[in-house]
């Protein structure tokens, strides 16, 4: 057997794409689980996203991370679960929810925060610093041109 098989989609960027999310994910449940936290990658960005955004409603959650509102319910609930956040009926919209981290979620958030900050070389390894900024201005600039 050969020491690595050879295909045609290992250069398409999706593949690409779906390979750096594997690891990504892997080195941030690593780090965070080694950091003593149980926090996903999308729950760590909510709260990222709440934290700065103090009063944003579910809908303006779920624009900020990229996803649906189902999802982003789900990850609300999750973290309302866990004492990280509030969700109170909005003053200017009753039909609307606002969120707000606790003193739990604020002091997770800034535990973690430097954490993940750490890790993210870890995701691209191999790169040089110059590489590294040009993958980060070159991600930023497919993401911001998606129609997302």
Excluded at 58 to 87: C, F, S
Excluded at 88 to 101: N, Q, T
Excluded at 110 to 129: F, K, R, S, W, Y
Excluded at 132 to 144: E, V
């Amino acid at each position: 057997m050969p020491d690595q098989i050879k295909t045609r989609s290992a250069a398409l960027p999706g593949h690409l794409i779906r390979r750096l999310h594997q690891l990504s994910t892997k080195v941030f449940t690593e780090g965070v689980k080694a950091a003593g936290h149980d926090v996903t990658p999308i729950q760590f960005v909510a709260l990222d996203a709440i934290g700065q955004n103090e009063g944003v409603d579910q809908a303006g959650l779920a624009e900020a991370i990229a996803k649906d509102r189902a999802t982003t319910g789900a990850v609300v609930d999750r973290l309302e679960q866990k004492g990280l956040l509030t969700r109170d009926v909005s003053p200017r919209d009753k039909r609307a929810r606002v969120l707000a981290l606790t003193p739990q979620g604020r002091a997770l958030l800034a535990e973690l925060t430097p954490v993940v900050e750490a890790l993210q070389a870890d995701i691209l390894p191999g790169l040089t610093p110059q590489e590294y900024a040009q993958f980060i201005a070159l991600a930023q600039k497919a993401t911001a041109t998606s129609g997302d």
